[in-house]
């Protein structure tokens, strides 16, 4: 706002200096050093909008973001509710889906929803191991995002007791799950031990404007910091 009043009274200052001795009329034109003055504050005020309006890209693309990465874990959680394994499988060599969940990795700042199996139509307390399994056989990925270049997982980390655990990078680990398991669901954290009550991921802007910091709970409920 100062910037836009002092422009204005300069351009006043100039049009008062063109009057002419008797008042009469107004001499319209600018000397150079007037016009040299008038491009250099339109260049000022062109390049203040350019960074304004990249910031605020940069912010629409966070929220979209985040949202995007909150529904895939609310698509999982749903999932988990409409899945229904009979305990006999017409194919006895089909995977039996045991659980949903979302993979988070943070150094190529992706996620991504998968099928916890169990192995051949196994019975899921012995064979799915609440994870999710690169490889191995089992085609447990069912949908992959990656977030653009200016988003990225800050941080991923559990733990028990609500405090700034992604201040201490100790704390902090390169993938995590969270998984679903029908019927309620019942919520399972990995890695875990047996006293994990949260999952945290960390959204952040690349230029460090803008963080969310997501939470999972052993109950499944999401909530924002």
């Known amino acids: 706002m100062q910037i836009i009043k002092r422009i204005a009274q300069h351009l006043k200052n100039i049009i008062q200096h063109n009057k002419s001795e008797d008042n009469t009329h107004l001499v319209w034109g600018f000397t150079l050093v007037e016009a040299v003055v008038v491009v250099g504050i339109a260049a000022i005020l062109s390049s203040i909008l350019i960074v304004y309006t990249r910031q605020g890209e940069k912010q629409v693309v966070f929220f979209k973001e985040q949202s995007l990465l909150v529904n895939s874990i609310l698509r999982a959680k749903a999932f988990s509710i409409a899945t229904f394994q009979p305990t006999l499988q017409p194919n006895q060599n089909e995977d039996r889906i045991?659980?949903?969940?979302?993979?988070?990795?943070?150094?190529?700042?992706?996620?991504?929803?998968?099928?916890?199996?169990?192995?051949?139509?196994?019975?899921?307390?012995?064979?799915?191991?609440?994870?999710?399994?690169?490889?191995?056989?089992?085609?447990?990925?069912?949908?992959?995002?990656?977030?653009?270049?200016?988003?990225?997982?800050?941080?991923?980390?559990?733990?028990?007791?609500?405090?700034?655990?992604?201040?201490?990078?100790?704390?902090?680990?390169?993938?995590?799950?969270?998984?679903?398991?029908?019927?309620?669901?019942?919520?399972?954290?990995?890695?875990?031990?047996?006293?994990?009550?949260?999952?945290?991921?960390?959204?952040?802007?690349?230029?460090?404007?803008?963080?969310?910091?997501?939470?999972i709970n052993s109950f499944g409920q999401i909530s924002f910091q």
Do not use: M
């Open 98 to 215: 045991c659980g949903w969940g979302v993979h988070f990795h943070k150094n190529s700042s992706s996620y991504l929803i998968f099928k916890d199996l169990a192995p051949g139509n196994s019975d899921c307390a012995a064979g799915a191991n609440r994870k999710y399994n690169r490889g191995l056989g089992l085609d447990e990925e069912f949908e992959k995002f990656s977030l653009p270049v200016a988003v990225k997982i800050e941080c991923i980390a559990l733990f028990d007791i609500p405090n700034q655990v992604c201040a201490n990078s100790a704390n902090q680990l390169n993938d995590g799950d969270v998984i679903f398991t029908p019927p309620d669901p019942t919520v399972f954290f990995f890695p875990s031990n047996a006293s994990d009550k949260e999952l945290v991921v960390n959204l952040a802007l690349d230029d460090g404007s803008r963080k969310t910091e997501i939470r």
